[in-house]
């Protein structure tokens, strides 16, 4: 069940017409002046293409609303129904059923006395009005891209909240990824069907990269008569679903296209972390542990471990501050190298020499660039259009038993890859609850008319976010912020950067608002709307990097 729904706990925005999803305007102007909607005529399913432009709204003390599309955006004139939680005996005890309609959440909340007030997303939660009848919804559910702890369990919640939050009890799991719209066969979803499956890792569904054919699966979703569509899948789904919901869009067809981000990386921008991350963390720690009783067994043990991680870092960074037994970390965010002065080979011969063993943690993307051009795969994508990666740790580990056949120093190097372990179990205790909160803020969202948005934690606080959001960077670890410095001091190894260096990209930077992922909650605003520039400028300003843990400083 969703926590209790406050108004006085989010930013509230100044109450415009605009922020009314009903409303006749959808974006004013810095000086508040409204800027009509494209409305459409009409037809049946079909009406003339829309204006895809980003809904923004502007208030005063340079509030900014970055909203999610709507129904009535593009299709005039529907009706709207007493949201059926109001009568939901689960919900009697909660003191306001519903989000009030202005309701917004802040991606900065940590400011300066004259900062603007900066962007906002819409909050999730279940509104007053819905655009669907129980009866009339036909939902379906398809998860795209690797696996990930969680992925079984969001599954089940919206299936769940579906059936017991607001009657709807036709829905579909679309098999094999986006291929399956047009090319597998569908499972019917009952809460009987998917009562256990959150104890299972993988999906039941299945999954697969690529086989995104936007006019088949849209010509599916129609022929099918589907109205709500929960995709959950990782920034390349979501670049999908994005094209999806334009295709829809585009047809005038009242259909919602809802995003649940996945990835096991942690590597989406704008939300606070990813669901299955702390599994994975969690899950890591047995690799560590492994590799640490392997070294410290014999003379001169060193327990490498590799861990996903294609671009960022976050698995590899947690699972080392967690351990404290790791010796070294390794990330793709932090270069590095292998021989010379403060290289990693005279790091491992220092450490092995003061302490007898080490453990070495490296993400799978980190020092691809070391890779000689023979076997580097640079030009090599996979279905989702990720970048083919080879081995580095094997290629490491065997540069580092030659480095020290050379030196003469006997060396016991043990190996171990759980990178595929670790994403295959089901998700620990506090990713159930988190997938939970996503499936039904994706609800809640898709029964109120709401359309084209990924769901997420901002801040602590769940809100629907544009897809060209989630899609247009990714999420990566700071090096020179508070988190990857207190992972130095707990692993005592050299930053492999030069002084100058760390310098110069301190003056280059902008300082960081930090959630638990290390995201950067301002960078894509000032880069993306050069509207916005004036909203932005106090990112700029000489402030120490911030860490929020679920919402609270530390």
């Given at each position: 069940m969703d926590a209790p729904i406050s108004s006085s706990s989010s930013l509230s925005a100044p109450r415009f017409r605009c922020?009314?999803?009903?409303?006749?305007?959808?974006?004013?102007?810095?000086?508040?002046?409204?800027?009509?909607?494209?409305?459409?005529?009409?037809?049946?399913?079909?009406?003339i293409s829309v204006n895809s432009d980003p809904k923004i709204a502007y208030g005063e003390a340079g509030y900014v609303l970055e909203d999610v599309p709507h129904f009535t955006d593009y299709i005039p004139d529907l009706p709207t129904y007493p949201n059926p939680l109001q009568d939901n005996p689960a919900y009697s005890v909660v003191k306001q059923y519903f989000v009030n309609v202005d309701d917004t959440v802040a991606q900065r909340i940590v400011v300066a006395k004259d900062s603007p007030r900066g962007t906002h997303f819409r909050r999730a939660g279940p509104r007053q009005k819905v655009y669907f009848e129980s009866e009339d919804v036909h939902a379906c559910i398809v998860t795209c891209g690797g696996l990930c702890p969680g992925l079984n369990t969001v599954i089940r919640e919206i299936v769940c909240g579906l059936y017991h939050m607001y009657g709807v009890h036709k829905v579909l799991g679309i098999e094999g990824g986006y291929r399956g719209f047009y090319a597998r066969n569908t499972i019917p979803l009952t809460p009987k069907v998917v009562n256990d499956i959150h104890k299972r890792g993988g999906t039941i569904l299945g999954s697969s990269r690529g086989g995104h054919d936007t006019s088949k699966i849209v010509d599916s979703i129609q022929d099918r008569g589907i109205n709500q569509v929960y995709i959950i899948g990782g920034d390349g789904t979501q670049k999908g679903a994005s094209v999806i919901f334009e295709e829809i869009r585009r047809r005038g067809l009242k259909v919602v296209v809802a995003g649940i981000p996945k990835t096991i990386d942690n590597d989406i921008p704008v939300i606070d972390k990813s669901f299955g991350f702390d599994t994975a963390v969690e899950e890591a720690q047995r690799a560590i542990n492994a590799a640490h009783?392997?070294?410290?067994?014999?003379?001169?043990?060193?327990?490498f471990v590799k861990l996903m991680g294609r671009y960022s870092g976050f698995i590899a960074m947690y699972a080392t501050l967690a351990s404290r037994d790791v010796d070294c970390c390794l990330i793709p965010e932090s270069p590095f190298y292998l021989e010379g002065p403060g290289g990693l080979f005279e790091f491992i011969e220092k450490?092995?020499?003061?302490?007898?063993?080490?453990?070495?943690?490296?993400?799978?993307?980190?020092?691809?660039e070391l890779l000689s051009e023979c076997i580097r795969a640079n030009d090599q994508q996979d279905a989702s259009g990720n970048k083919l990666l080879k081995d580095v740790g094997l290629w490491i580990s065997q540069r580092?038993?030659?480095?020290?056949?050379?030196?003469?120093?006997?060396?016991?190097?043990?190996?171990?890859?759980?990178?595929?372990?670790?994403?295959?179990?089901?998700?620990?205790?506090?990713?159930?609850?988190?997938?939970?909160l996503l499936a039904h803020s994706a609800i809640h969202g898709a029964m109120a008319g709401y359309t084209g948005f990924t769901v997420g934690p901002v801040n602590g606080r769940h809100a629907y976010i544009p897809f060209r959001r989630v899609i247009e960077t990714q999420n990566k670890v700071v090096i020179t912020d508070r988190m990857w410095a207190r992972l130095l001091c707990s692993?005592?190894?050299p930053s492999f950067l030069d002084h100058k260096d760390v310098i110069g990209d301190k003056n280059e930077e902008v300082p960081q608002i930090q959630s638990i992922n290390g995201e950067n909650h301002l960078e894509a605003t000032a880069t993306k709307h050069s509207d916005l520039k004036d909203v932005t400028e106090d990112?700029?300003?000489?402030?120490?990097?911030?860490?929020?843990?679920?919402?609270n400083s530390i």
């Open positions: 922020f009314d999803p009903t409303n006749s305007y959808t974006t004013t102007t810095p000086n508040h002046t409204p800027i009509p909607r494209h409305r459409n005529n009409y037809k049946g399913t079909l009406a009783v392997e070294s410290e067994s014999i003379e001169n043990g060193i327990g450490r092995l020499k003061e302490h007898g063993h080490m453990v070495i943690v490296m993400a799978e993307g980190a020092g691809q580092i038993k030659d480095h020290f056949k050379k030196r003469k120093m006997a060396i016991n190097l043990k190996y171990i890859d759980p990178t595929y372990m670790i994403r295959a179990v089901p998700s620990n205790a506090s990713d159930n609850v988190y997938c939970t692993t005592n190894q990112t700029r300003e000489e402030e120490p990097p911030i860490l929020l843990v679920n919402g």
